[in-house]
C-alpha cells in the first residue's frame, strides 16, 4: 500500500479491520517501527477525532507529528492552477506540498469539498496533489468526496458490535442545518458494499448519492421499512447530489427513539460531531444502544493500522 486515498487502497478490507482489532490488545506493541519518522499533518477543515486519534495512532507506533492548519499557523494557500496571486493566498500548494514533503516520511490530509460545483470537487485537486506532487505516502483525513479513515473505524465498530453474522447495516440521511459533504456517507457506502453484510440506504427522494459510491446497495425511500429488522442504524446528512450542493430539509427524518424501536434493537452509530435534536434526538444518543463514542474510539485503531501499513514501504 503506497497510500491511503479510499477503499481502492486496501485488498481485503475485512482482514484489515480485523488486524486493526487486533491492534488493540498491545497498542504499543509496534513503537519501533516509526522510530525517527515524521507525519505531517495538514488541515484545511476543523476537525477533533481525525486531529486526535491521528496523532494517538502515530504516538503508539513511535512516529513524530508536525500539525498544520492552512490559513491559521500555515499561510493561506492557492490551490487553482494558473491562478494570479493577488488575493488572501501567499502560497500555492506547488511549492508548499514538495517542501512540507521534504520534512516528513508521510503526509495526511484534510480538504473538504467546496460544494459549489461538482465537476471540481470530483477531481480531487488538494488530494491528487499532495499524492502526485510529495513523492511521499499520503493518508485521506477526509476529501472531497471520501473519508476512508472514518468508513475502516466504522468496519471495526460494526464487526465489535455485529449480533449475527451478516447483520442488516442501514445508513440513514438525517437532517441538519446547512449543507454538509458526501464524504462519510459515500466512503461508507463503497466499504459496506465490500463488507459482509446486508446494507440498505434510506433517504427522501430526491437526495440520491452517486451510484459510483452506493452501486450494490438496496435504496429504500421508507425510512421505516428500511430500518425494519436492521441491526445498525448510521445516521449521516448530506446535501443533494444532482443539485449538487442544494441544502434540503427535511426535518421529519430525524431519528429518534420511537423510530429506533422499528429496528432489531439497532445499534445507533453517527461519525460525529452531531447535532443534537436536529439530526437524532437526545433519547437515541443517549440511550443504551448508541455506540458514538466507541465508533470514535475505534478511529484510533484504523489509522494505526494503515500508518503501520505504509511504514512498511518506507525505505530505512
Ligand atoms: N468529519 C466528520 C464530518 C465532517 C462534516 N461535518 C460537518 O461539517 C458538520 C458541521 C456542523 O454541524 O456545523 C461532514 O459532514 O462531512
Ligand atoms: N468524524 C470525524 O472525522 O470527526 P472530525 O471531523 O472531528 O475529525
Not at 511521499?136 to 479513515?149: D, F, I, Q
Request: aromatic fraction near 8%; proline fraction near 5%; include cysteine.
Amino acid at each position: 500500500m503506497n497510500n491511503f486515498l479510499s477503499l481502492d487502497d486496501v485488498s481485503d478490507p475485512m482482514a484489515f479491520a480485523r488486524e486493526a482489532i487486533e491492534l488493540k490488545k498491545n497498542p504499543l506493541a509496534d513503537m519501533h517501527l516509526g522510530r525517527g519518522k515524521m507525519l505531517g499533518m495538514v488541515f484545511f477543515n476543523s476537525s477533533l477525532r481525525t486531529r486526535m486519534s491521528v496523532q494517538k495512532a502515530a504516538f503508539n507506533l513511535g512516529i513524530q507529528t508536525m500539525v498544520l492548519n492552512v490559513g491559521g499557523d500555515l499561510w493561506t494557500l492557492e490551490t487553482q492552477d494558473g491562478a494570479v496571486m493577488n488575493g488572501k493566498a501567499a502560497e500555492h500548494i506547488k511549492e508548499a506540498v514538495p517542501v512540507m514533503a521534504n520534512y516528513c516520511d508521510i503526509l495526511a490530509v484534510r480538504c473538504f469539498p467546496g460544494l459549489e460545483n461538482r465537476d471540481i470537487d470530483s477531481e480531487e485537486k488538494i488530494l491528487t496533489a499532495f499524492a502526485t506532487k510529495s513523492g511521499k505516502p499520503v493518508v485521506n483525513m477526509e476529501s472531497a468526496t471520501l473519508h476512508p479513515l472514518q468508513s475502516l473505524a466504522d468496519l471495526i465498530t460494526i464487526l465489535e458490535h455485529q449480533p449475527k453474522p451478516r447483520p442488516k447495516v442501514v445508513l440513514s440521511w438525517a437532517p441538519h442545518i446547512k449543507p454538509l459533504p458526501h464524504c462519510v456517507s459515500n466512503s461508507f457506502s463503497q466499504w459496506m458494499n465490500k463488507a459482509d453484510v446486508e446494507f440498505v440506504i434510506t433517504h427522501p427522494k430526491g437526495l440520491e448519492l452517486g451510484t459510483k459510491y452506493t452501486k450494490g446497495a438496496v435504496i429504500e425511500h421508507d425510512q421505516r421499512k428500511a430500518f425494519e429488522g436492521a441491526d445498525f442504524i448510521y445516521a449521516k446528512n448530506w446535501s443533494s447530489y444532482n443539485d449538487y450542493g442544494k441544502f434540503m430539509d427535511a426535518p421529519e427524518w430525524i431519528i429518534d427513539a420511537e423510530k429506533m424501536a422499528w429496528t432489531n434493537q439497532a445499534r445507533f452509530m453517527h461519525c460525529l460531531p452531531v447535532r443534537r435534536n436536529v439530526e437524532v434526538a437526545d433519547d437515541v444518543l443517549d440511550g443504551p444502544h448508541s455506540i458514538v463514542v466507541k465508533q470514535a474510539a475505534n478511529r484510533e485503531f484504523a489509522t494505526q493500522r494503515v500508518l503501520k501499513e505504509l511504514l512498511k514501504e518506507l525505505k530505512h
